[in-house]
C-alpha cells in the first residue's frame, strides 16, 4: 500500500517563525523557490523527501515530530468534532476544514483544544478538564502509533526470543536475572480485590490466579516496559498534559502499549496479518494473546514502509458508553461521532460469545466501513460475583477489506446497513429506529399523518 502524501505546511511555518527567517531567507537556504515553499506552508505541495532531509539537515528538525504536530489532530480530527449536533446547522464540509488548517493552524489548534477541554461541548469552559479526553487527544495526535516504543520492543522481544521459545518464561527469567524480580501467582483467598501487584519489599510480582495466560504475559510485559522509560518519559513530557492524573494515564496507555508490542512485534506481527487475511483468531493463537488485545495492537500498524491496514477500534457496554476508541490512520466518524448508532451490530455481539459478528455499514457521508466485533469479559470475573461483558469493535473502510479472511464471501460493493452518528446527529428522514430528533433541525408533527418515525424534522 503507498504511503500517503505528508503535507505538514502548519509544521514548517512554525519551524521557519522559530528561526526568525522570511520566506525568502528560508528558501535560501533549502534550495528551494520562495514560490514553492510558499504553497507547501499553505499546504498546496507535500512535503518532498528530499527537502525533509534538507530541513533535517539545516535546522536540526526531528522529523518523527511531524506525527504529531498537525493542528488539531488534522482535518479528520477536526471534522470528527465538528459532527457533534452543536454544528450540525453549521455544514462545514472538508474543504473548508483543510482551508482552515492551512490558513489558520493555530486557531485549528485552538479551536481543538478549546472544545476537548469543554467536554465537547457538554460542559462549561471553566469546568475540570477530563484527563481521559486530554490523553485520548493525545493518542489520536500521534494516531495510536509509537515507533520509538515500537523499535524497543521489537529489540526486547527478538532477545528474548533468542533465549528462549516460551516467552513468559523468557520474560520471568529477564525479570528475576536483570531487575531481581521473581514473579509469583497467589490464589484468589490472598488478593481478593488485585490481579496484579509489585511488592517492592518482596521483590516480587504478585499476579492473581485469576488471569488467563495472555493476561499474565501482558503484566510482565508491562513491568519490563521500566527498560523504555526513557522513551516513555520523553513521550509523556512531549504531551505537555497539565493534569497530574492525565500525565499518569498516558504513561499507563504507553506502557500497554509497549507490553503488546514485546507480545507482538511490529514486523513479525505484520507479516502474520498479512499472511493471515488478518484473521484475529489465528493471531490470538500464534501470539499467545486476547481478541482486545490483537484489536488494539492493529490500530497501531503504521510504520513508515510497512504499513498495515487502517483499522480502528472501540469498545462499549451494553448502555453504549464508550470506555475505548482508537481511530489510528482510519479517520473513521464511527469512532468520535457523538453516540453510537442501535443498527450497528455492535451490540449484537453480547449475544453471541466469542462470535465474529461482521457488518457493511454505510454513512450519511457517503463512507462504507466494514466492521467487526466480539464480546469480551474482563479479567477477575468469579462464579457468584458480577459478570462485566463488553463488546469490541473493529472497523476499517470498506474499499480495504477485500483481503481479510473475515470479508471472505462478503460483496463489499453491495447493500450496506444505513447507520448514523448517533439520533442526536443523524438526518436520516425515515429510520424505524429513530429515538430522538436530531440536534439543530425543527420538529415537524403532523396530526393527520403517522410515518416510520414519531419524530418528523424539517430536512435539508
Known sequence: MADPKLFAGHAVRRLRRGAGLTQAAMAETLGVSPSYLNLVERNQRP?????????AE???????????????????AI????????????????????????GAPGGAEAF????????????????TPDPAAAVRHEVERWRNHFADLDAAAEALADELRLGAGDLYGAMAERLRVKHQLSVRILPVEVMPDRLKRLDLHARQLQLSELLDSASRSFALAQQLAGEARGEIDALVRGAALADRTAERLFRRHLTGYFAAAVMMPYARFLRACEGTGYDTELLQRRFGAGFEQVAHRLTTLQRVG???????????????????RYAGASASPLVEGPGLCPLWNLFEAFARPSELVTQLLGLEDGSRWFTLARSVQPQGTRAGGVRARFAVGLGLAAGEAGTLAAARGVDLGGNATP??????????????????????????????????????????
Open 58 to 76: 539545516s535546522f536540526d528538525f526531528d522529523p518523527r515530530t511531524l506525527a504529531a504536530s498537525e493542528p488539531g489532530g488534522g482535518a479528520d
Open 47 to 55: 512535503l518532498s523527501a528530499t527537502l525533509l532531509l534538507r530541513l
Open 306 to 324: 510497512a504499513r498495515g491496514l487502517p483499522f480502528f477500534m472501540i469498545r462499549t457496554d451494553r448502555a453504549g458508553q464508550v470506555s475505548k
Open 79 to 102: 471534522r470528527r468534532r465538528l459532527a457533534d449536533p452543536l454544528f450540525a446547522d453549521l455544514e462545514i464540509d472538508r474543504a473548508e476544514v483543510e482551508e482552515w488548517l492551512a
Open 112 to 127: 481543538a483544544r478549546a472544545f476537548d477541554r469543554a467536554g465537547k461541548g457538554g460542559a462549561a469552559p471553566d469546568a
Open 419 to 460: 447507520v448514523g452518528l448517533g439520533c442526536r446527529a443523524c438526518t436520516r428522514l425515515d429510520c424505524p429506529q429513530r429515538s430522538a430528533p436530531p440536534a439543530g433541525r425543527a420538529v415537524i408533527v403532523n396530526e393527520r399523518e403517522t410515518g416510520l418515525t414519531p419524530w418528523g424534522f424539517a430536512g435539508d
